[in-house]
């Protein structure tokens, strides 16, 4: 009789930090900058798929604004302030697993 399989979904996002969580967890991820800059972006990055690049998750234009991306995969975002950008999930899901990238810019 075999051990059974766990899934953990692991993502990592910007300032070298990562979350590691088990799947049906909740993942909520922050990013924060100290400029004025209006627009921020979360993209993910797949282990298995290093070479087609990044896919954008959400995006923000501004202040409590956030639009889904080409694939947000269930994940809801809060931009409570200009330099701040808040990703969540309720239930993470083993397709959620890579890294995560926080974006910002003019």
Same mark, same amino acid.
């Given at each position: 009789?075999?051990? *059974?399989?766990?899934?953990? !979904? !692991?993502?990592?996002?910007?300032?070298?930090? /990562?979350?590691?969580?088990?799947?049906? %967890?909740? !993942?909520?991820?922050?990013?924060? /900058?100290?400029?004025?800059?209006? %627009?921020?972006?979360?993209? %993910?990055?797949? *282990?298995?798929? =290093?070479?087609? @690049?990044?896919?954008?998750?959400?995006?923000?234009?501004? =202040?409590?604004?956030?639009?889904?991306?080409?694939? *947000?995969? @269930?994940?809801?975002?809060?931009?409570?302030?200009?330099?701040?950008?808040?990703?969540?999930?309720?239930?993470?899901? *083993?397709?959620?697993?890579?890294?995560?990238?926080?974006?910002?810019? !003019?």
């Amino acid at each position: 009789m075999g051990l *059974p399989l766990l899934y953990c !979904v !692991v993502i990592f996002f910007s300032g070298n930090r /990562h979350l590691i969580t088990e799947k049906g %967890q909740k !993942v909520k991820m922050r990013c924060e /900058h100290n400029t004025q800059d209006t %627009q921020m972006f979360w993209y %993910q990055q797949k *282990p298995e798929s =290093k070479e087609k @690049g990044l896919v954008l998750i959400l995006y923000s234009l501004g =202040k409590n604004n956030a639009e889904n991306g080409d694939d *947000p995969q @269930g994940f809801k975002a809060q931009r409570p302030e200009i330099n701040i950008f808040i990703l969540s999930k309720p239930s993470a899901e *083993p397709r959620n697993s890579g890294n995560c990238i926080s974006e910002f810019s !003019v």
